[in-house]
């Protein structure tokens, strides 16, 4: 997996500085288990519903590596007419079921996903990978009480736990650098685990389920640029030349 993140993460460096957006940090934090998900863990019967909608640059590298998007795709990148919007566009990829530009509904489409496929006692898991900032939208605790009252073992909630958002840090914001708390009151299997150690992600990831798993993912925002670790800014600033290249000199 290493060598395939590396060049996954030149790839994305690439993709965003040629059309100049941001959401960087966010995505390198991010990228690491989409990845792995799509590559070692993911089987044909899966769904995956990103719903941090603003590491959709993630996401498309991720199909990149897999050949389902061209070098030429990701040149169209947040450009007009283009498929791959900045945030996930929902009708020209089976990869891509739910449109995810607004925060707070990703979660609720996959647990809708889950219960259909355990009704129709169909195959499959649904996979949601979520911001930690997310978890400030109602919605998601809506979805979680659904989910964890149908007990929806095929479902597995990650979240991106990099303790940066918008305007600041989860702390700072609405308190919820206490995420592991607040969601230890609910019927979950809930776990922790390194979102940068593939390893260690795909052990927890292939233990058996045997209710609604929900793993946070201890990660760092702008993972790989030492500039950009941890660094707010980089929530939304695009890459200037200088920044591109030092970043590429760092990622190898």
């Keep these: 997996m290493k060598d395939l993140v590396t060049r996954a993460k030149r790839r994305l460096l690439q993709m965003h500085f040629e059309s100049r957006v941001g959401h960087i940090g966010g995505n390198l934090s991010a990228l690491d288990a989409i990845l792995l998900l799509h590559h ?15 590491a959709a640059g993630a996401l498309y590298v991720a199909l990149w590596s897999l050949g389902k998007l061209s070098d030429e795709d990701l040149k169209t990148f947040h450009q007009d007419g283009t498929r791959l919007a900045g945030h996930p566009v929902a009708g020209w990829s089976s990869d891509i079921p739910f449109a995810t530009g607004s925060l707070g509904h990703g979660l609720p489409d996959a647990a ?17 990978l979520m911001s930690d900032g997310e978890w400030e939208e109602g ?24 303790g940066l958002q918008g305007f600041g840090s989860t702390r700072e914001v609405a308190s919820m650098d206490l995420l592991a708390d607040r969601l230890a009151g609910f019927p979950v299997e809930l776990r922790s685990v390194d979102g ?29 640029v030492s500039f950009m670790e941890n660094v707010m800014d980089w929530h939304y600033l695009p890459l200037n030349e200088g920044q591109y290249r030092r970043a590429l000199d760092e990622v190898r």
């Design 40 to 54: 070692r863990v993911m089987k044909p019967a899966d769904f995956f519903i990103l719903a941090k909608g603003h």
């Design 112 to 128: 809708g996903i889950a219960l259909g496929l355990k009704l129709q006692r169909k195959p499959g898991r649904v996979f949601c």
């Design 139 to 162: 919605s998601n605790w809506e979805a979680l009480i659904f989910a964890a009252h149908h007990q929806l073992r095929n479902l597995t909630i990650l979240v991106d736990q990099n």
């Design 196 to 224: 940068h150690d593939c390893e260690a992600m795909e052990a927890t990831l292939q233990k058996p389920a045997t209710g609604l798993q929900l793993i946070l993912l201890q990660t760092v925002k702008g993972h790989g």
